[in-house]
């Protein structure tokens, strides 16, 4: 059973920073997957933030291009997700997902993408 276990997030004053993590276990194969960070602000729809294919390349939402980086430790199974300069719209439930394919990164900000979720942790940005 492939779970995903999100951690980092927490309440932060504008221009301030945090990461999330995103610890991977179950997987029963060790060839390349892809992973992506999604979040949702109430009465919105989940939306990509960034992804990371199985080459090690990255995409952004424009939205935070420039603030946020993902990153993966393989050793530790985690997944990353660093904020910088958080701003209040930054404000969700953040989560990350995996699938065992082999995704382009230009797909990796579709929800319909991904096979695996985890439970979310949230992000608040006061202003």
């Known amino acids: 059973l492939v779970q995903l276990v999100e951690s980092g997030g927490a309440s932060v004053q504008s221009g301030g920073s945090l990461r999330l993590s995103c610890v991977v276990s179950?997987?029963?194969?060790?060839?390349?997957?892809?992973m992506g960070w999604f979040r949702q602000a109430p009465g919105k729809e989940r939306e990509g933030v960034a992804g990371?294919?199985?080459?090690?390349?990255?995409i952004y939402a424009p939205a935070v291009k420039g603030r946020f980086t993902i990153a993966k430790d393989n050793d530790k199974n985690t997944l990353y997700l660093q904020m910088n300069n958080l701003k209040p719209e930054d404000a969700a439930m953040y989560y990350c997902?995996?699938?065992?394919?082999?995704?382009?990164?230009?797909?990796?900000?579709?929800?319909?993408?991904?096979?695996?979720w985890g439970q979310g942790t949230q992000v608040t940005v006061s202003s």
């Open positions: 997902a995996s699938t065992e394919h082999e995704v382009d990164r230009y797909l990796l900000l579709q929800r319909v993408v991904f096979k695996y």
């Open positions: 990371l294919d199985f080459t090690g390349d990255d």
């Open positions: 179950g997987y029963t194969h060790t060839g390349p997957y892809s």
